[in-house]
């Protein structure tokens, strides 16, 4: 919604549904990273001058997060050359020929990763429906990713960049 007005908004509850991992490839996270990624929330939208409460019937607004993930392959084709410069002259039969000019081969890599899209929808409690989205796209190399607090924190940072829709911060 476009047209909402964040400017009442200064407390903030976590929904009860919040924390799912979904996808082709969902990921299990447990208690304490569930944990740290509510606290890296948390962190973020205090920075901006909310008030995190935890009974959702006081909040101005509910936090919703999960995390889509998906399991993909990255194939890349590299041609190599031959293993010597081509030599180019005439033979004793006085024939021009191309010494060394091997055919080179073709090499491909394949990389298997997880792709992943962390999703936080902002739900007004009134209207039961999200008022605002922020999403970020990453390629998650193993789920010890979530044990870093800082990687964490910069990425609630960074999901929160744009919220409150124009308005600087809530104050």
Known sequence: MNDYDFSGVKTI?????SGQVSGD????????QIDRV?????????QKGFQIV??????????????????KTDVQTYNSPGMYGPYYGYNRYSMYNCWSCMPGGTEVVTRNYT???????MIDPG???????????????DKDQ???????????????????????AAQ
């Open 38 to 46: 509510d606290d890296a929330l948390t962190y973020a939208l205090k």
């Open 54 to 71: 935890a009974d959702a019937s006081q909040s101005d607004m509910l936090l919703s997060w999960h995390l889509v993930t998906q399991f």
């Open 25 to 32: 490839n969902p990921m299990q996270l447990s208690d304490i």
């Open 13 to 17: 509850a976590f929904y009860d549904e």
């Open 127 to 141: 209207m039961k429906q999200s008022v605002w989205r922020g999403t970020i796209h990453s390629r998650i190399k």
């Open 146 to 168: 979530l044990k870093n607090q800082e990687v964490v924190n910069a990425a609630a940072v960074r999901i929160f960049a744009a919220f409150p829709p124009g308005m600087a």
């Open 115 to 121: 792709d992943g899209t962390f999703i936080v929808d």
